[in-house]
C-alpha cells in the first residue's frame, strides 16, 4: 500500500520539543516522514530540531533541519525558501509553534499579553503568508493549525485562550481565502497531553493525574495523539475537508466532575 504522504514535502514549525520526550510537533513530524514525506523540521532551538531529524534518520526517512523564529518574518521566507530549494515543491504546513501563559486581563503583563500573541498568533500568518504562495504554484496544499481546548473552554489563561481562539478564526479565514487556490487549512484544539511542554516543568504526579482524569476516557493524551490528528487533516484521506476544528482530547469539553 502506498504510503500516505509519499512525494509530499511538509514543513513543521516547532518540530523539536523544550526537553526531551516528544511534542505535538516532533510526533507530526515523525509520523509524516514515516508516512514518506520529506520534512523541514524548523525550530528556534537547532538542537532540539536535531533530535527530530535523528530519530526520523534512524527510521530510514527524510528530513532536514532549520533553525528559524517563527515570529521573525524573514526567518518565515528563509523556511520557505530552504525548502524549496532543496525540494521544489511545498504542500504541507504544520503551524504547532506555540507557548502557555496565564492570568486574567487584570492580571496580565501587556509585555506578556502581545508576546504570546506574537508567538501563537502571527508566527501563523507569516508562516502561511510565505508558504501559501509556495503551495498555490504546485498543485495546492494543505496547512493545519494547532490551537488548543483552552480556546473554546477557558480555564484562567485569558491570553493564551485568546490566542488560541484567534488561531480558529485565522484557520477559518484562511480556508475560505485560499480554497480556490487548491489548499486546505483545519485546525486541532488539543486537550492536556503529555509533552515536554508541560512535563518539562517537572509536572506535580498529582497534577499529571488530574489532567488525565479530566478525559471521559480516563486516558492520558500524548504528542503522538495530536500528530496522528494533523497527518489525517495534511493527507489526501481528509480531501474534503476544510475549515474545522478538530478537538483531541478524549471527551474533556462534555466531561463535568465526578463523570
Ligand atoms: N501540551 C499540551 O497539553 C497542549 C495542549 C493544547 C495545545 N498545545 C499546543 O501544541 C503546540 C505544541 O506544544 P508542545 O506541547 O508540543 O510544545 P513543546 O514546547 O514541546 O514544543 C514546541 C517547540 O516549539 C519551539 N518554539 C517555540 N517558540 C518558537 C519560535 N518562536 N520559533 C520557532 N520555534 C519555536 C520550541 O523550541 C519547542 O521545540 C503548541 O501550539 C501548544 O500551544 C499543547
Known amino acids: 500500500m502506498a504510503r500516505r504522504l509519499e512525494g509530499k514535502i511538509a514543513i513543521v514549525t516547532g518540530a523539536g520539543s523544550v526537553a526531551e520526550g516528544i511534542g505535538n510537533g516532533r510526533a507530526a513530524a515523525i509520523l509524516f516522514a514515516r508516512e514518506g514525506a520529506r520534512v523541514l523540521l524548523v525550530d528556534r532551538k537547532r538542537e532540539a530540531a536535531e533530535d527530530t531529524l535523528r530519530a526520523i534518520k534512524d527510521e530510514g526517512g527524510e528530513a532536514a533541519v532549520c533553525e528559524a523564529d517563527v515570529t521573525v ?41 502581545e508576546r504570546i500573541m ?21 498543485s495546492g496544499g ?59 516543568r517537572g509536572m506535580a504526579p498529582e497534577l499529571r493525574e488530574m489532567r488525565k482524569n479530566a478525559s471521559l476516557l480516563k486516558v492520558e493524551g500524548t504528542g503522538w495523539d495530536i500528530g496522528y490528528a494533523a497527518l489525517f487533516l495534511v493527507s489526501d484521506e481528509a480531501r474534503y475537508i476544510t475549515g474545522i476544528v478538530l478537538p483531541v482530547e478524549g471527551g474533556v469539553l462534555l466531561g463535568s466532575p465526578g463523570r
Open 142 to 200: 494543505a496547512i493545519v493549525n494547532i490551537s488548543s481546548i483552552s480556546a473554546l473552554r477557558p480555564k484562567g489563561l485569558t491570553p493564551y485562550s485568546a490566542s488560541k481562539g484567534a488561531v480558529i478564526a485565522l484557520t477559518k479565514a484562511m480556508a475560505v481565502d485560499h480554497a480556490r487556490q487548491g489548499i486546505r487549512v483545519n485546525c486541532i484544539a488539543p486537550g492536556p497531553v503529555f509533552t515536554p511542554m508541560v512535563s518539562g
Open 118 to 138: 506574537r508567538v501563537n498568533v502571527t508566527s501563523m500568518m507569516l508562516a502561511s503568508k510565505h508558504a501559501i504562495p509556495a503551495m498555490a504554484a504546485g
Open 73 to 113: 518574518a524573514a526567518d518565515c521566507a528563509r523556511m520557505v525558501e530552504g525548502a524549496m530549494t532543496r525540494w521544489g515543491r511545498l504542500d504541507i504546513l504544520d503551524n504547532n509553534v506555540g507557548i502557555g501563559g496565564g492570568g486574567s486581563v487584570v492580571e496580565v503583563d501587556e509585555a506578556a499579553w
